[in-house]
């Protein structure tokens, strides 16, 4: 790792309503460097790291790249300046194959008209015409050339992809790698990665952070966005940590330790082991039986399970994701139907119930992706706090919904189980939380419900 820095971001102020995103933060990063960026759900991490992929524009401050002043008004700026981003929830197409997601947004005309020369040799000079090599940028896609690019990038950092693969066949994992493929296939300096471990297991989040490693060796400077302690210690040779918008300090990884990342990060000593008392369990809360589940290609996935779950009881359902946990998670909230099977709560039948009787029952749920199946992004933080009472007569003004009540309400939430980034539950939309953030008001909004059986993923 060398000391010369690559990217440094000075004195940056970021606000929204009501909000100090960050507050004077001055970051840097040197050449062939793992740098965490540590700090609690809200501390302004994934902000920071947008402004510097161009997806926000600084209130103040300034960012240099190789001592230069860079100036970026989009991300295609950043990816032009040398810096990639993985983002946490991955921006690709499943039904495009590895490598046309690779290209997607690039100029890749036919063979025939690339600017390598061979298209002269092969079909004549009337294609190395320049207003035609224009006009064919525009209109002609050539994969083959890049696909062959892309086949030898991936097999020459170990990645064992198969670029002609369709994403959605692939896994977590894997479609992860085809986002550090993408950057790498932009020839990024800089690489960003927004709590990239979040979906992995644990075998999975080795394998990345030995590809991290291998990037780093070959000079690229690597960023990790992450509240995890453990990834650091693993992965990173220094770490910045922020605290509520503010840098409280930058740490060479192996000169500390858990206890001082942690005391950082918060503010005061954390206990790493609670002490719990022990809860007697009661009668069956939920009994399935013989669950079957089948995916979307008619596949069983879900083979006779047997669960039943007590009063009280905590019940850990473990495996390599993509093993059916899902569509049993699905089936025992009353959001997916079982192939067969029985399902009861509190000793009454609900197999083929709808997930209004679930809910009616007291079924609570945290479904895998907050996003698409946790919340409606673009309803306010009050309208996805009672997304499931809207019928309460807490809530009700006659025909129609009291505000008032649905917004103190939703305040109450955000206040007990510290949501952070809301300056108003009725102007801001949930999908403008960032990710635990997010993850903090489903869990307030099922739990606030006190469900007989609160299931989560």
Not at 17 to 22: K, Q, S
Not at 206 to 223: K, V
Not at 233 to 259: C, F, N, Y
Not at 385 to 394: L, N
């Amino acid at each position: 790792m060398s000391t010369d820095e690559v990217i440094r971001m000075e004195n940056v102020t970021k606000t929204f309503p009501g909000v100090v995103a960050n507050d004077d933060v001055t970051f840097s990063v040197r050449k062939g460097e793992i740098h965490g960026l540590l700090g609690e759900n809200g501390a302004g991490k994934s902000t920071l790291m947008k402004i510097l992929y161009g997806l926000y524009s600084a209130d103040e401050g300034k960012i240099l790249f190789d001592g230069d002043p860079l100036e970026m008004d989009s991300p295609q700026d950043a990816i032009d300046a040398g810096i990639g981003m993985v983002h946490q929830h991955f921006k690709l197409i499943p039904r495009l194959s590895v490598a046309k997601n690779i290209v997607l947004g690039m100029r890749e005309p036919a063979s025939m008209f690339r600017s390598d020369g061979t298209a002269t040799e092969r079909i004549g000079s009337w294609t190395s015409s320049q207003p035609l090599r224009e006009l064919a940028s525009r209109f002609t896609l050539g994969l083959e050339e890049p696909q062959a690019e892309i086949q030898s990038l991936a097999d020459d950092y170990g990645f064992d992809i198969d670029a002609r693969a369709s994403v959605w066949e692939l896994g977590v994992g894997e479609q992860q790698r085809v986002e550090i493929l993408k950057a790498l296939y932009r020839d990024v300096d800089v690489l960003i990665l927004d709590e990239p471990t979040a979906v992995l297991t644990p075998g999975e989040a080795e394998r990345l952070f030995d590809t991290l490693r291998q990037l780093a060796d070959r000079g690229m400077s690597i960023i990790i966005i992450t509240h995890k302690l453990d990834e650091v210690d693993s992965v990173t040779d220094r770490a910045t940590i922020l605290r509520e918008g503010e840098q409280v300090g930058t740490v060479v990884t192996e000169e500390t330790d858990s206890d001082e990342l942690a005391r950082m990060m918060v503010g005061r000593d954390v206990l790493f082991n609670v002490e719990k008392d022990d809860v007697e369990t009661g009668t069956a809360v939920l009994e399935a039986t013989n669950l079957r589940a089948e995916d979307q290609r008619g596949i069983e996935v879900v083979s006779g399970i047997d669960l039943t779950i007590d009063e009280g009881e905590i019940v850990g359902l473990a495996g390599v994701s993509g093993n059916g946990q899902k569509h049993l998670a699905e089936m025992i909230a009353g959001t997916r139907d079982p192939a067969d099977g029985n399902i009861l709560l509190n000793g009454t039948a609900v197999t083929d119930a709808s997930a209004r009787t679930f809910i009616d029952r007291g079924v609570s749920f945290v479904p895998e992706d907050r996003h698409v199946e946790g919340c409606a992004g673009d309803l306010s933080v009050m309208h996805n706090s009672v997304m499931k009472r809207y019928g309460d007569e807490a809530f009700a003004d006659g025909p129609w919904l009291d505000y008032d009540a649905t917004a103190d309400y939703a305040e109450d939430l955000v206040a007990d189980f510290d949501v952070r980034g809301i300056s108003d539950v009725t102007e801001i939309d949930a999908g403008e939380l960032s990710g635990g953030n997010l993850q903090k008001l489903i869990l307030a909004r099922e739990m606030a419900r006190d469900p007989d059986l609160l299931v989560a993923q």
